[in-house]
């Protein structure tokens, strides 16, 4: 099941210790929209490290490039006709030169697949107009389970990034003053200035993060 916003908020905010106070008093709104700003910030980045990957199809039509695209998708990955296409003969009448493949582009401040080359009737007439492939879409921590496309195990994954979106943020405010933290991933206690843990946090949260990567539908970590 996926992930509740406010529970990863709360854990956030556990997490932090003394450091927390930097942000507000417990329960104020000025913490819980500093808080929110750190978790937004992990959430883009499970996006580059742990990309959600996911299979759509569309019907295309002739001498037609641009097709809305889903709002949360952020780049192509795949579509299993070009490996279709390249099983078949050269001197297969079915066979297409180039397979259609689209790109992201925003026009008129919409999110639109363009495609490559544009789909004419005689590629369509081969390759049939269901377009089938693949996208990374970007996570969503909701407040519904249901919604929510970050995945229980990861919650401590998803607490340190968060964690350390804090410290860069306490690094600019109080440099001058000492804060503990409390590493989630390995429940010891971590002590150095916030830029300092920060460097430790991310390098350890990069390898774990591409470890966990199967699970949102690549093998490996990285993303357009």
């Not at 709360?10 to 210790?17: E, Q, R």
């Not at 998803?158 to 109080?174: C, G, H, V, Y």
């Amino acid at each position: 099941m996926g992930l509740v916003r406010a529970t990863v908020l709360a854990s956030l905010d556990a997490s932090l210790l003394d450091a927390a106070s930097v942000f507000g008093e417990p329960n104020t709104e000025e913490r819980t929209a500093a808080l929110s700003r750190h978790l937004d910030e992990a959430v883009r980045d499970f996006d580059r490290v742990l990309p959600l990957v996911v299979d759509d199809a569309l019907t295309l039509m002739s001498d037609v490039r641009n097709y809305v695209a889903d709002p949360r998708a952020r780049s192509f990955v795949d579509t299993p006709l070009i490996y279709e296409n390249s099983a078949r003969d050269l001197t297969d009448p079915y066979r297409v030169e180039v397979v259609p493949t689209p790109t992201l582009r925003v026009l008129s401040g919409m999110k639109t697949w363009a495609f490559t080359p544009t789909p004419t009737a005689s590629i369509l007439f081969r390759l049939g107009s269901d377009y089938r492939f693949s996208f990374k879409k970007a996570h969503l921590l909701s407040d519904t389970e249901a919604d929510s496309t970050v995945f229980e195990e990861d919650l401590p994954l998803l607490i340190t990034r968060a964690q350390i979106a804090a410290l860069k943020e306490i690094s600019i405010r109080n440099l001058h003053k000492p804060v503990v933290l409390r590493d989630t991933m390995f429940s010891q206690t971590r002590n150095g200035t916030p830029a300092g843990l920060a460097d430790v946090l991310m390098g350890q949260w990069e390898q774990q993060a591409r470890e966990a990567s199967q699970r949102y539908g690549l093998g490996v970590g990285g993303g357009a």
